[in-house]
């Protein structure tokens, strides 16, 4: 059973920088695609940046030239650099694992693991 541990989160100010990560154990996440979710209202659960196991990439318009999703496999570790933060980035942040395909999604409901989320607030 695979089993993913999200760190990280801080209180910033904007224009600062966090590196999430998001650990596994359980099993490998080299068969899995990797997604980082921001939950920043009850019913909302945003898809971030997402990383297939050979490590293609998507991410949303909104943070494609702030964050950037990378993974080590010899580490199992998949992580999402955060640069630039402004106050709407805030949130709970999780990542969640599904097993690979060629593309990976930022639908919530297409990821089987979660984490258990860790709070970026960002404010002045």
């Known amino acids: 059973q695979l089993h993913l541990v999200d760190s990280g989160g801080e209180s910033v100010q904007p224009g600062g920088s966090l590196r999430l990560s998001c650990a596994a154990s359980g099993s490998t996440l080299n068969s899995q695609n990797i997604g980082w979710f921001r939950q920043s209202h009850p019913r909302e659960r945003a898809g971030v940046a997402c990383?297939?196991?050979?490590?293609?990439?998507a991410a949303v318009d909104a943070v494609k030239d702030r964050f950037a999703i990378s993974r080590d496999n010899a580490k199992n570790t998949v992580y999402l650099q955060l640069n630039n933060l402004q106050p709407e980035d805030t949130g709970v942040y999780y990542c969640?694992?599904?097993?690979?395909?060629?593309?990976?999604?930022?639908?919530?409901?297409?990821?089987?693991?979660w984490g258990q989320g860790t709070q970026v607030t960002v404010s002045s």
């Open positions: 969640a694992a599904v097993i690979s395909s060629d593309t990976c999604t930022l639908l919530w409901y297409d990821y089987v693991y």
């Open positions: 990383i297939t196991n050979s490590g293609n990439t």
